[in-house]
């Protein structure tokens, strides 16, 4: 099959993460604003195109105040850095549908080479007759990298917020004409 132009149905499509509190804790958040476009053979990904982009401003971990702190220079600094990005730059198949993606992730002003995990989870036909594709990918990054480095130190011991980012994607994406 020849590479195809396949566009996120955001609808059906999540962005989750799950970062440590208090050392003791996981605090769970969602990204509604993303886009990619996926130039691929779903069945061989191994020649796959993949562009995806997070709005930072969607952030929401169910905690008004806290999804603005996030949005503020402590952190993402939406006002000058408004999007996570990521472009993959190698693709490996490691087992049959599973795959090592590789690429330029660009948070805070800053690219980082990251791998993430990439399942093809299969393909079909809607009741209106257009072709559907379904990915998973999870994978994990240190927040530090990117120059994210707030934290407070607690009484116990330890820090208030983890360094990994833990993240969980899932996609339906739409074949373009």
Excluded: C
């Amino acid at each position: 099959m020849s590479l195809s132009k396949w566009i996120v149905d955001a609808s059906h499509s999540s962005v989750d993460f799950t970062i440590r509190h208090m050392m003791i804790a996981k605090v769970k958040g969602t990204f509604h604003e993303f886009n990619a476009v996926i130039e691929a053979d779903p069945t061989d990904l191994t020649t796959a195109n993949i562009e995806f982009n997070i709005a930072l401003s969607s952030i929401d971990t169910r905690n008004a105040d806290r999804d603005n702190h996030l949005r503020t220079g402590d952190f993402f600094d939406i006002e000058q850095y408004p999007t996570l990005s990521f472009k993959s730059t190698s693709i490996s198949k490691t087992d049959d549908g599973e795959y090592n993606v590789s690429g330029d992730l660009t948070l805070h002003g800053l690219t980082r080479t990251e791998s993430f995990t990439v399942t093809y989870e299969g393909s079909g036909k809607d009741p209106w007759g257009n072709e559907k594709v379904g990915f998973s990918g999870k994978g994990a990054f240190k927040r530090s990298d990117y120059g994210l480095t707030y934290n407070a130190a607690l009484e116990t011991g330890g820090v208030l917020i983890g360094d990994e980012v833990k993240f969980t994607i899932e996609i339906e994406a739409s074949k373009q004409a």
